[in-house]
């Protein structure tokens, strides 16, 4: 049986993402490691700022309350925020201190509080949370890679109003070679699955409509609800096709997709990773627009209505924010 976690005490043995490698990451214990995340359980962030680059109903005019964790579970050889996932930048801090970054985006008008790349600090979340749970009257948003456990998703019932996964992969070899990580469709459906059901569950949240099961206010703010993201790479439509089918399929209207065309390689970016992208030609290109335009119209076919896609020259350096521990001091 998977274990289930009740705290911080479980930091011993960490299992709360789906590579469930056991790294004892408790930050006094003399056999301290990191997990395959690279993180210990001290909370690392490189930014807590307003975010504007989100699908309309999580930035909407004020911006989303971003908190940037960072490392990662995933390893895509196509990371646009490699500095934080892989590179180990960011600063430390306390739950408490957490906390505090939660009311302080509050009080500068986010629209929510924007978890981003969560999964490995889980437990602490849930704490901090906790802590302001009297005071904080923001929707939480979980933004995530898919790439979650069912089990540690459990312990966020109750504490998330939106959830926001990324689903890259319905080609396990492409997510192996990709992210290192083939079991990534199987374990994101899953975790899909938990987030839908837990916002069905919800209490829709007063005076606003619903659309499924996600509600907006009076502004076109989502307050509760499911979007699912999906990135176009450049040469893997039939990969994109077969996420969208497979996605229709399941839950076909009931949540918002959202189709990205914001692919930006790599090598633009952190031109440090020109070496590990010369095995993979087809990503060191921005996605073009017929190819974009191949995945919209097969969305349209399968009959997704709710959807978000994205138009123009979006793919660049604006999407990406400065990691400059900005509202982390």
């Known amino acids: 049986m998977d274990r289930i976690y009740t705290g911080l005490s479980d930091m011993e043995c960490c299992m709360l ?9 408790r930050f006094d214990s003399a056999s301290s490691k990191t997990g395959v995340c690279g993180q210990t359980e001290k909370i690392k962030i490189a930014r807590a700022a307003l975010h504007y680059w989100e699908e309309p109903c999580i930035s909407g005019k004020n911006g989303s309350g971003a908190v940037f964790f960072s490392g990662c579970s995933l390893k895509c050889v196509f990371c646009q925020n490699r500095e934080i996932s892989a590179g180990g930048f960011g600063k430390e801090i306390s739950i408490e201190r957490l906390a505090d970054i939660f009311l302080e985006l509050q009080k500068k008008g986010a629209e929510n509080i924007n978890l981003v790349t969560p999964t490995h600090f889980i437990p602490q979340i849930r704490a901090a949370l906790d802590m302001v749970r009297a005071d904080l009257k923001l929707p939480v948003v979980y933004n995530s890679s898919g790439y979650e456990s069912v089990e540690s998703l459990k312990l966020l019932a109750g504490y998330i109003d939106i959830y926001l996964p990324d689903f890259k992969y319905a080609d396990k070899g492409l997510a192996a070679e990709l992210s290192k990580a083939g079991d990534y469709p199987e374990c994101a459906v899953l ?3 938990e987030m839908v059901r837990q916002i069905s569950k919800r209490h829709r949240p007063e005076g606003c409509h619903s659309e499924g099961i996600c509600s907006f206010d009076d502004r076109g703010m989502m307050r509760c609800g499911v979007i699912i993201r999906h990135l176009v790479l450049p040469g893997h439509v039939r990969n994109s096709k077969e996420v969208l089918d497979m996605l229709y399929k399941r839950y076909n209207n009931t949540l918002y997709y959202s189709i990205m065309n914001q692919y930006t390689p790599s090598s633009l970016t952190n031109p440090g990773t020109s070496k590990i992208m010369e095995k993979y030609p087809e990503l060191k290109r921005k996605l073009t627009e017929r190819e974009y335009e191949k995945a919209i119209d097969y969305a ?3 009959g997704i209505e709710r959807a978000y896609i994205q138009e123009g020259g979006t793919a660049g ?6 990691f400059d521990l900005e509202g982390v001091e």
Request: charged content about 35%; hydrophobic content about 40%; glycine content about 0%.
């Open 300 to 302: 349209l076919e399968l």
């Open 191 to 193: 975790a899909i699955d």
């Open 17 to 25: 993402c789906p590579r469930k490698c056991s790294a004892d990451r």
């Open 317 to 322: 350096e604006s999407f990406i924010p400065a």
